[in-house]
């Protein structure tokens, strides 16, 4: 089973809203990460995540907030977003840093 | 500063032939790379990996070949076929992050 579930999987949100993606895997990764991608871009590393500490904050802005609560939920919270944060968020996991790391299906972001 | 790199936006290949995706990488810290083939509105799927240690990895009809003096991988897909029609990125990872290339384009052609 190499799943991670990804929820909403599309979120239309205003740019006073706080919102919250989710990110969930069971294979007892220990290392998870949040990306984001434009249109034809590649994935944008954001996060990362190593037994439920934050690593690496690739100098993200402060309206958007990791957290992981457990070694298999990883969440990140919006608030305040721009337009311009319209994006295909994606979530990922490996078993430990520098393995493979496998991918949830994203979160389609529409900020208006 | 693109860490990693792939020239080639787009590649066109006949069905059966062989589809050859290039990447190269700048930084010397990045021992493990990847490839990944992506839809659009999906996340990225993994197809084949190799180590900083090895030149070459090889699974089904994909092979992963890296030349670590010259800072180059590449994957070679053979024999081609429709369905391997997508984006594919190369990935490289090191000091606890995965780079990403700027994806190729891959069509197949019947």
């Known amino acids: 089973d190499t799943e991670v579930t990804q929820t909403p999987k599309h979120l239309v949100m205003g740019m006073t809203n706080k919102k919250s993606l989710k990110c969930e895997q069971h294979?007892?990764?220990?290392?998870m990460y949040w990306y984001k991608q434009k249109a034809k871009k590649p994935p944008e590393l954001m996060f990362v995540?190593?037994?439920?500490?934050?690593?690496i904050n690739e100098s993200v802005p402060s309206r958007f907030s990791p957290e992981c609560p457990n070694s298999s939920l990883l969440n990140l919270h919006l608030h305040a977003l721009q337009p311009e944060d319209s994006a295909l968020y994606l979530c990922?996991?490996?078993?430990?840093?520098?393995?493979?790391?496998?991918f949830g299906q994203g979160t389609r972001l529409t900020v208006v | 500063d693109q860490q990693v790199k792939q020239n080639s936006p787009s590649l066109s290949v006949q069905e059966g032939r062989i589809s050859i995706l290039n990447c190269d990488y700048t930084?010397?810290?990045?021992?493990?790379f990847l490839w990944y083939k992506k839809y659009p509105a999906e996340g990225p799927t993994f197809l084949i990996s190799?180590?900083?240690?090895?030149d070459k990895n090889e699974d089904g009809r994909f092979t992963v070949f890296l030349n670590k003096s010259a800072k180059h991988l590449s994957l070679h897909i053979v024999p081609s076929q429709p369905g391997d029609s997508a984006v594919y990125f190369c990935?490289?990872?090191?000091?606890?992050?995965?780079?990403f290339g700027q994806g190729t384009e891959l069509s197949v052609k019947p």
């Open positions: 990922a996991s490996s078993h430990r840093l520098n393995t493979e790391a496998f």
């Open positions: 294979m007892g990764h220990r290392a």
């Open positions: 995540y190593s037994y439920e500490k934050l690593s």
């Open positions: 930084n010397s810290m990045f021992d493990y």
């Open positions: 190799i180590s900083s240690i090895k």
């Open positions: 990935a490289a990872s090191g000091g606890g992050k995965l780079i």
